[in-house]
Nanobody
């Protein structure tokens, strides 16, 4: 049974930083590309960042230069370092093994202006 547990969200002022973590179990983590998504109220879920099995990364234009995705295969965990946060980054953040239907409960990020 695949489980994804996101953590690290919270309330932060604009310009601040947060580091999100997603612990994955029940699958061979190192074989999957991983993505971080977010969903703001009234909006569709969107891909924020992704990292391949070979550690190649890509980012949504809105977060390039501010967010960094990384993974630790020994810990079955994917991270999202978020710097210079903006109010428009406010959303629930989810991780997802690419191409699978598995999602966690997400972690809330709120950025105040």
């Amino acid at each position: 049974q695949v489980q994804l547990v996101e953590s690290g969200g919270g309330l932060v002022q604009a310009g601040g930083s947060l580091r999100l973590s997603c612990a994955v179990s029940g699958m061979i983590f190192s074989r999957n590309a991983m993505g971080w998504y977010r969903q703001a109220p009234g909006k569709q879920r969107e891909l924020v960042a992704a990292i391949t099995r070979g550690f190649n990364t890509n980012y949504a234009d809105s977060v390039k230069g501010r967010f960094t995705i990384s993974r630790d295969n020994a810990k079955n965990t994917v991270y999202l370092q978020m710097n210079n946060l903006k109010p428009e980054d406010t959303a629930v953040y989810y991780c997802n093994p690419s191409g699978t239907p598995y999602w966690g409960l997400g972690t809330q990020v709120t950025v105040s202006s």
